[in-house]
């Protein structure tokens, strides 16, 4: 059966209500995860969802801040959530679909401005995030698994409008590269993005503070979809829906899709 799942850092759902109904009326994925939510759980807009169809949820939040949901029109379980680096912060949840499916929704800090783990406890806390991450994953190596979500890091060159401008800013250095491919090691995750999408540049991501973002274009993809080897073959069609990022008030991030025939 073909499970289509969406990821989208949609920078406060309460705000972008309408832009997140209008995705699930126009591209109706099974399952659509939401980042950077910034609300609680009994103020986001679930019920304004379930009238689309999507009848379950599995949500973790908190005020103004974080804040993560998985949308589905299958039947899902809340398979529960992960405090990594032991932030109190609401970043992960999981889903389990009826097939033994379960949907990882993370949310990765951003780390601040200032590549420096010392003089930054931003960054500090995102590599932290990442090493609990990776050791939960060696500890229980997932299976029949989909990780997916704002991981704030492009990892390859390609990933990034200019490797060699973006080697020091917070998103693109060598420390959190590697420190996302050691987490990436750790489960087995395959990148099924790149798997579907293997050469050239893409993104997922924006600046809000470019005056025309389309005409720059200087992007990076911090979004990504993961999947556990055992069903990463059944995976195709990936895309970012970059249209989105032009939509009326949008999200300073584009969805990002893949199907899977399972």
């Given amino acids: 059966m073909p499970l289509t799942v969406a990821t989208w850092n949609i920078n406060s759902v309460r705000l972008r209500e309408g832009l997140v109904t209008r995705l699930l009326r126009e591209e109706a994925p099974d399952v659509l995860c939401l980042q950077e939510c910034k609300s609680p759980v009994e103020k986001m ?13 599995a949500a973790r939040g908190q005020k103004g801040y974080n804040g993560v949901a998985i949308l589905s029109r299958l039947p899902m379980e809340d398979a529960g959530s992960a405090d990594h680096a032991a932030l109190g912060h609401a970043r992960h949840v999981a889903g389990r679909l ?24 931003k960054f500090d806390q995102k590599l932290r995030y990442l090493n609990d991450m990776r050791d939960a994953f060696h500890a229980d190596r997932p299976r029949r698994a989909i990780l997916v979500g704002d991981l704030n890091i492009a990892p390859r060159e390609d990933d990034v409008w200019s490797h060699k401008q973006l080697l020091r ?16 090691d750790a489960g087995g995750w395959v990148d099924v993005t790149r798997q579907d999408i293997p050469e050239g540049l893409l993104y997922s991501w924006w600046s809000y503070r470019a005056a025309d973002w389309d005409a720059a274009d200087k ?18 069609s990936s895309r970012v829906l970059r249209s989105a990022r032009g939509w009326e008030k949008p999200s300073d991030h584009a969805p990002v ?6």
């Fill in 45 to 57: 807009p679930l019920a304004a969802f379930e009238a689309l169809g999507y009848r379950w949820a």
């Fill in 98 to 121: 009826g097939d033994g499916t379960v949907i990882h929704n993370l949310y990765v800090p951003a780390g601040g401005d200032v590549p420096d783990r010392e003089a930054n406890l």
């Fill in 169 to 184: 800013v917070v998103s693109h250095t060598p420390v959190e590269v590697e420190h996302l491919a050691e987490t990436q």
């Fill in 219 to 236: 992007g990076r993809r911090l979004d990504h979809v993961w999947a556990t080897p055992d069903i990463a073959s059944a995976a195709h």
């Fill in 257 to 262: 899709f893949a199907t899977f025939d399972l």
